[in-house]
């Protein structure tokens, strides 16, 4: 079975730009999840999608944002970027909502300039 | 307020070597707690997951504790290998209206030949 899968693996946009981020979890997994991970802050929850709705959300502004499709794929977007959004983004899946085990896709290095 | 501090935040030691990672938290009310291993440029790998019934769990070399009572646990490495240079991620979820995950800053372990 393949992993987690995310796209672009490596980004470099600049102050103000918009970026979309992709997943696509593994086979059978209908419960997406995106982290930021800084250095400084370590990693941060974003959100949950399960069933193309977003079921939690953390503490981020309203600049990100996500989705989720009918068949679980799901993309992140950030609108307006800030350098402070340069970090690695992971998607992880797991089969259902708040479930216990997640799998974490590669991540995608975000730098903003 | 909710928090999860790992510590050390950095470990060297030699191949063959035991170590232990802490983990203290002060997140409530508590679901679980999770430990993850993070190779350099890769996404997290689950190892363990407690819950607050569960006091030891182990996963081949690594045993992971838990003291819901004093809110602290370890991962214990035995018999260390060079592949288990990466960082160590506690993660405790929070279950209330709002499911969060609260992570750790992780504990960056290199092993030496």
């Known amino acids: 079975k393949a992993g987690v899968t995310q796209t672009p693996r490596y980004l470099i946009k600049t102050r103000g730009q918009q970026v979309t981020l992709s997943c696509s979890p593994i086979?059978?997994?209908?419960?997406v999840s995106w982290y930021q991970q800084t250095p400084g802050q370590g990693l941060q929850f974003l959100f949950e999608?399960?069933?193309?709705?977003?079921?939690n959300k953390g503490n981020f502004p309203g600049r990100f944002s996500g989705r989720q499709f009918s068949n679980s794929r799901s993309e992140m977007n950030v609108s307006t970027l800030e350098l402070g959004d340069s970090a690695l983004y992971l998607c992880?899946?797991?089969?259902?909502?708040?479930?216990?085990?997640?799998?974490f896709g590669p991540g995608t290095r975000l730098l903003v300039l | 307020k909710n928090q999860v501090e790992q510590s050390p935040q950095s470990l060297i030691i030699l191949e063959g070597k035991n170590c232990t990672l802490q983990?203290?938290?002060?997140?409530?009310?508590?679901?679980?707690l999770r430990w993850y291993k993070q190779d350099t440029g890769r996404g997290p790998v689950s190892l363990t997951i407690?819950?607050?019934?569960?006091n030891t769990k182990s996963n081949g070399r690594y045993t992971a504790t838990l003291d819901a009572d004093t809110k602290q646990s370890s991962l214990h490495i035995t018999a260390s290998q060079l592949s288990d240079s990466a960082s160590y991620i506690c993660?405790?979820?929070?279950?209330?209206?709002?499911?969060?995950?609260?992570f750790g800053s992780g504990t960056r372990l290199l092993v030496r030949p």
């Open positions: 992880a899946s797991s089969l259902s909502l708040r479930e216990e085990t997640q799998y």
């Open positions: 086979s059978g997994h209908r419960s």
């Open positions: 999608y399960f069933s193309e709705t977003q079921r």
């Open positions: 983990c203290n938290y002060t997140v409530s009310p508590f679901s679980n």
């Open positions: 407690m819950t607050f019934s569960e």
């Open positions: 993660v405790v979820s929070r279950m209330d209206s709002s499911y969060k995950l609260i």
